[in-house]
């Protein structure tokens, strides 16, 4: 591979090596008018130019404009800011498609040094952006003009200027970012939303006065503006100023000006046209004051810790030009850093990578002791250039360190690292700078490990009021997420739900307590657990929401709740909706359409005692997915929840439920935040396998048993199952005998048959579970039902339904 690099370098000069590397290294840069500046310069470098520049058509093509130019005053070499496109320049033969290279002895090089009458001049004008896309003019004095080196390097920079850049018509109908086109007989100006945002002004609010611009200077900067932006007092060519514009929320802001005056004709106006940009970088007279001001307004709103370390960073690394800070906690003697700036591991020392554990390394604090005295100490350090610090300090700062402890009272929070890596002179003003951070930084930084600490806290509590895991449903799959609020620490109360019921049913519940405190978050999880008892009971969707909100309102609480339940059947694809002042589910079925669905809703629980819950259908077709979410999700202040809805829609339509996990991910992605949020999706598959079922109604006769062991063998002989029936057959005459007995009210036998497993339970109208005799004696004349049932049985149990409980067998049938 050497060989082969080294046969195709052997071709060009060292020259044009650098030449092709230095403009592949400006190709990486943004796009700016600056970028175009910085590869006409290269012209002036590696080709010997006296003059580089770019022109571009107008809009209707008839002219080409100058765009960008470099080197000595264009004056001096004759060239100008515009040519006719169809004329007969070497700048037109270019912008046609052609390479023109002229030299002192060719009419057109000589009607330029006409121009110039003492200077024999060479010109070079090549195309860019193919044909019609303009062209770059190159003029150089030098004897002989460009050779072929030059040549190379001036085809390079054409290719440079080509698509990557992109250029503004100069009539200025096309803005560069950053660029402006200002009409100078009527004082109307043409600029982008990013100059706008410089001069702290609303894109509707800007009138496209010049004036209403002029009126933000500072008064003292208006005579150098006045002479840019008035033609009376500037010739045609560049000008560069820097001035400053007043502002309601600090110290008024440097901007640089770049711009040059473009001649008018043919009913056209002259225009000036340019470029503004924050030069506040590049000035440092921002006080001292004014940045404790910025660091203390900063922190006040800073809540985590990562938030006080992002104000740190933003308060003092670009001011004071330092080129790393790190900012760490104090836990248990060791330090855990949460801000590295910059946040690459090859910008901090070797030693500290080697530490790298997740996002920040923990702070090697058994390798720097004399980072421990500065903390034991307990006041800021500083190093200058060469100190004598282990290597772990030393490469933080090789040019000037600075250590400062971050105290709070008597505690020590956590530390500050400041380096450069040129040698850095410390100030008397900036070490009390860096002092006064240290104390602001400090006390920010206990209130946010307070801070973090509840919230970890709330976040357990509301973690443990929610379900650990949600259960495996036959045919369907359910995923649900919940975010806590990133506003303050309140509690939520959003909760969610996933319940498997008897005969294949599964209750989707999902719900909001009004208010954000641990009331709500404590009435959430008692509400939560009433429904899933009043569910598990059998009881109807309507029964089971207008018990809770019984509930809700015998509790006497100043809180109200809504909720929505959904009873959905797995075996017949089928689910009755119950609304209590929620959000609808969003159905979205298998060909990608989504629907609100139009359920009916009761009022919120806990309001009205004697409310009615009326029960909507929803017909679930397998593939189709129900998504049930809190307003969290869908509810902004700056949207209502109609439109939030209707995006959330969208989103669930755009989505690919083949896998659930992904999609409530995406779909938490655009949360506002301001509220908690909870969601719970499930995929309806539908059942591989449905059950055989079939039920009898046990009449109080004198042949009652006899008649429910005739049903049950004439329906497992009806299904194929005519093997091992003795010990159901035996079972079915304990429990009916056991329910016509000890109980009163109608009586229900249920057979069900899955696979090879057979369950057949009797329905009472009796709340009492049946005991299990410890020992029976000889004498006994009963109790020996519920033993015979165990013994022939592979399980046995008993459950609540409602009105009463329901008393169950399993049998593993023989293949």
Same mark, same amino acid.
């Given at each position: 591979m050497a060989s082969v690099v080294g046969e195709g370098?052997?071709?060009?000069?060292?020259?044009?090596?650098?030449?092709?590397?230095?403009?592949?290294?400006?190709?990486?840069?943004?796009e700016s008018p600056e970028r175009v500046r910085r590869i006409l310069e290269q012209a002036l470098v590696f080709a010997g130019a006296e003059v580089a520049a770019v022109y571009t058509p107008s809009v209707d093509g008839e002219v080409l404009h100058l765009v960008e130019s470099v080197g000595v005053p264009r004056i001096l070499c004759g060239v100008r800011d515009s040519y006719p496109a169809s004329g007969s320049s070497p700048v037109a033969g270019a912008h046609r498609g052609r390479p023109v290279w002229l030299g002192p002895d060719d009419p057109a090089a000589q009607a330029q040094s006409r121009r110039v009458p003492?200077?024999?001049?060479?010109?070079?004008?090549?195309?860019?952006?193919?044909?019609?896309?303009?062209?770059?003019?190159?003029?150089?004095?030098?004897?002989?003009?460009?050779?072929?080196?030059?040549?190379?390097?001036?085809?390079?920079?054409?290719?440079?200027?080509?698509?990557?850049?992109?250029?503004?018509?100069?009539?200025?109908?096309?803005?560069?970012?950053?660029?402006?086109?200002?009409?100078?007989?009527?004082?109307?100006?043409?600029?982008?939303?990013?100059?706008l945002e410089l001069f702290g002004l609303e894109p509707d609010g800007f009138d496209g006065r010049v004036e209403t611009l002029l009126g933000l200077a500072v008064p003292e900067d208006?005579?150098?503006?006045?002479?840019?932006?008035? &033609? /009376?007092?500037?010739?045609?060519? !560049?000008? $560069?100023? @820097?001035?400053? =514009?007043?502002?309601?929320?600090? +110290? #008024?802001?440097?901007?640089?000006?770049?711009?040059?005056?473009?001649?008018?004709?043919?009913?056209?106006?002259?225009?000036?046209?340019?470029?503004?940009?924050?030069?506040?970088?590049?000035?440092?007279?921002?006080?001292?004051?004014?940045?404790i001001q910025r660091l203390a307004a900063a922190l006040a709103t800073a809540v985590t810790v990562r938030?006080?370390?992002?104000?740190?960073?933003?308060?003092?690394?670009?001011?004071?030009? &330092? /080129?790393?800070?790190?900012?760490? !906690?104090? $836990?248990? @003697?060791?330090? =855990?850093?949460?801000?590295?700036? +910059? #946040?690459?591991?090859?910008?901090?020392?070797?030693?500290w990578r080697a530490e790298w554990r997740t996002e920040w390394p923990d702070a090697p604090v058994r390798a720097m002791p004399t980072l421990a005295a500065a903390l034991r100490e307990g006041r800021a350090r500083i190093?200058?250039?060469?100190?004598?610090?282990?290597?772990?300090?030393?490469?933080?700062?090789?040019?000037?360190?600075?250590?400062?402890?971050?105290s709070a009272g008597n505690r020590m929070a956590g530390v500050c690292l400041i380096g450069w890596d040129a040698p850095h002179d410390f100030g008397p003003d900036e070490r009390a700078l860096l002092t006064a951070a240290a104390g602001l930084a400090g006390q920010a930084l206990m209130r946010a490990r307070a801070f973090d600490a509840e919230h970890e806290l709330v976040g357990m509590l509301q973690r443990q009021l929610l379900p650990r895991r949600l259960p495996r449903l036959p045919g369907a799959v359910a995923v649900a997420r919940y975010l806590p609020s990133t506003a303050g620490l309140e509690l939520g109360g959003d909760w969610y739900d996933v319940i498997p019921l008897a005969d294949n049913h599964v209750a989707l519940v999902i719900g909001d307590v009004q208010g954000h405190s641990a009331g709500a978050a404590t009435l959430m999880g008692q509400m939560r657990t009433a429904l899933r008892a009043y569910a598990v009971e059998g009881h109807p969707p309507d029964v089971v929401v207008s018990h809770a909100?019984?509930?809700?309102?015998?509790?006497?609480?100043?809180?109200?709740?809504?909720?929505?339940?959904?009873?959905?059947?797995?075996?017949?694809?089928?689910?009755?909706?119950?609304?209590?002042?929620?959000?609808?589910?969003?159905?979205?079925?298998?060909?990608?359409?989504?629907e609100i669905a139009e359920a009916e809703g009761g009022p919120p629980l806990g309001v009205v005692r004697q409310s009615d819950f009326p029960m909507s259908p929803l017909g679930l077709r397998p593939g189709t997915t129900v998504a049930l979410t809190t307003d969290g999700l869908v509810e902004s202040p700056d949207s209502d929840i109609d439109e939030g809805m209707s995006r959330f829609a969208r989103q669930l339509s755009a989505s690919d439920p083949a896998d659930l996990g992904p999609v409530a991910d995406a779909l938490l992605g655009e949360a506002p935040r301001s509220d908690d949020v909870a969601l719970l999706l499930m995929r309806y598959d539908g059942m591989a396998a449905r059950p055989l079922r079939e039920s009898w109604t046990v009449?109080?006769?004198?042949?009652?048993?006899?008649?429910?062991?005739?049903?049950?063998?004439?329906?497992?002989?009806?299904?194929?199952?005519?093997?091992?029936?003795?010990?159901?057959?035996?079972?079915?005459?304990?429990?009916?005998?056991?329910?016509?007995?000890?109980?009163?009210?109608?009586?229900?036998?249920?057979?069900?048959l899955v696979d090879d497993r057979l369950r057949l339970a009797v329905a009472d109208a009796s709340p009492r579970t049946p005991v299990k005799p410890t020992s029976i004696g000889w004498e006994a004349t009963g109790g020996r039902g519920i033993l015979l049932v165990e013994a022939v049985s592979a399980a046995w149990g008993t459950l609540p339904v409602s009105g009463g409980k329901q008393v169950w067998a399993e049998f593993v049938l023989r293949p």
């Amino acid at each position: 591979m050497a060989s082969v690099v080294g046969e195709g370098a052997a071709g060009r000069s060292t020259r044009t090596l650098r030449a092709e590397g230095a403009l592949t290294a400006i190709a990486v840069t943004p796009e700016s008018p600056e970028r175009v500046r910085r590869i006409l310069e290269q012209a002036l470098v590696f080709a010997g130019a006296e003059v580089a520049a770019v022109y571009t058509p107008s809009v209707d093509g008839e002219v080409l404009h100058l765009v960008e130019s470099v080197g000595v005053p264009r004056i001096l070499c004759g060239v100008r800011d515009s040519y006719p496109a169809s004329g007969s320049s070497p700048v037109a033969g270019a912008h046609r498609g052609r390479p023109v290279w002229l030299g002192p002895d060719d009419p057109a090089a000589q009607a330029q040094s006409r121009r110039v009458p003492s200077r024999d001049l060479h010109l070079a004008a090549l195309p860019v952006r193919g044909d019609g896309g303009g062209c770059l003019l190159a003029v150089c004095e030098r004897a002989g003009g460009f050779d072929a080196d030059d040549r190379v390097c001036l085809g390079l920079v054409a290719d440079a200027l080509a698509p990557p850049v992109p250029f503004a018509a100069a009539d200025g109908t096309d803005l560069q970012p950053g660029g402006f086109s200002l009409a100078m007989d009527t004082g109307r100006v043409r600029v982008g939303e990013d100059i706008l945002e410089l001069f702290g002004l609303e894109p509707d609010g800007f009138d496209g006065r010049v004036e209403t611009l002029l009126g933000l200077a500072v008064p003292e900067d208006l005579p150098s503006l006045m002479s840019v932006v008035e &033609a /009376d007092h500037m010739t045609i060519g !560049e000008r $560069e100023l @820097e001035f400053r =514009v007043l502002r309601s929320d600090g +110290p #008024p802001k440097w901007l640089r000006l770049r711009g040059r005056l473009v001649p008018g004709g043919a009913g056209r106006p002259a225009r000036l046209v340019g470029s503004v940009a924050d030069a506040s970088t590049l000035r440092s007279d921002i006080t001292d004051v004014a940045r404790i001001q910025r660091l203390a307004a900063a922190l006040a709103t800073a809540v985590t810790v990562r938030d006080v370390g992002k104000a740190v960073v933003a308060a003092l690394r670009r001011p004071l030009r &330092a /080129d790393r800070i790190a900012l760490a !906690e104090l $836990e248990n @003697e060791r330090l =855990v850093v949460t801000v590295l700036d +910059p #946040p690459e591991p090859e910008a901090w020392p070797e030693l500290w990578r080697a530490e790298w554990r997740t996002e920040w390394p923990d702070a090697p604090v058994r390798a720097m002791p004399t980072l421990a005295a500065a903390l034991r100490e307990g006041r800021a350090r500083i190093w200058l250039a060469d100190s004598p610090l282990e290597t772990a300090l030393a490469e933080v700062g090789p040019g000037g360190l600075a250590a400062l402890p971050l105290s709070a009272g008597n505690r020590m929070a956590g530390v500050c690292l400041i380096g450069w890596d040129a040698p850095h002179d410390f100030g008397p003003d900036e070490r009390a700078l860096l002092t006064a951070a240290a104390g602001l930084a400090g006390q920010a930084l206990m209130r946010a490990r307070a801070f973090d600490a509840e919230h970890e806290l709330v976040g357990m509590l509301q973690r443990q009021l929610l379900p650990r895991r949600l259960p495996r449903l036959p045919g369907a799959v359910a995923v649900a997420r919940y975010l806590p609020s990133t506003a303050g620490l309140e509690l939520g109360g959003d909760w969610y739900d996933v319940i498997p019921l008897a005969d294949n049913h599964v209750a989707l519940v999902i719900g909001d307590v009004q208010g954000h405190s641990a009331g709500a978050a404590t009435l959430m999880g008692q509400m939560r657990t009433a429904l899933r008892a009043y569910a598990v009971e059998g009881h109807p969707p309507d029964v089971v929401v207008s018990h809770a909100n019984r509930l809700l309102v015998d509790m006497e609480t100043d809180l109200f709740a809504t909720c929505c339940y959904v009873d959905v059947d797995m075996e017949e694809g089928f689910a009755w909706c119950v609304r209590a002042g929620h959000l609808p589910p969003v159905l979205r079925h298998p060909d990608g359409r989504t629907e609100i669905a139009e359920a009916e809703g009761g009022p919120p629980l806990g309001v009205v005692r004697q409310s009615d819950f009326p029960m909507s259908p929803l017909g679930l077709r397998p593939g189709t997915t129900v998504a049930l979410t809190t307003d969290g999700l869908v509810e902004s202040p700056d949207s209502d929840i109609d439109e939030g809805m209707s995006r959330f829609a969208r989103q669930l339509s755009a989505s690919d439920p083949a896998d659930l996990g992904p999609v409530a991910d995406a779909l938490l992605g655009e949360a506002p935040r301001s509220d908690d949020v909870a969601l719970l999706l499930m995929r309806y598959d539908g059942m591989a396998a449905r059950p055989l079922r079939e039920s009898w109604t046990v009449w109080r006769v004198p042949q009652a048993v006899g008649h429910a062991r005739r049903f049950t063998r004439r329906t497992l002989r009806s299904w194929g199952v005519t093997a091992d029936t003795d010990g159901a057959l035996l079972a079915v005459s304990e429990l009916v005998t056991n329910a016509l007995v000890h109980t009163e009210g109608q009586v229900r036998l249920d057979i069900t048959l899955v696979d090879d497993r057979l369950r057949l339970a009797v329905a009472d109208a009796s709340p009492r579970t049946p005991v299990k005799p410890t020992s029976i004696g000889w004498e006994a004349t009963g109790g020996r039902g519920i033993l015979l049932v165990e013994a022939v049985s592979a399980a046995w149990g008993t459950l609540p339904v409602s009105g009463g409980k329901q008393v169950w067998a399993e049998f593993v049938l023989r293949p």
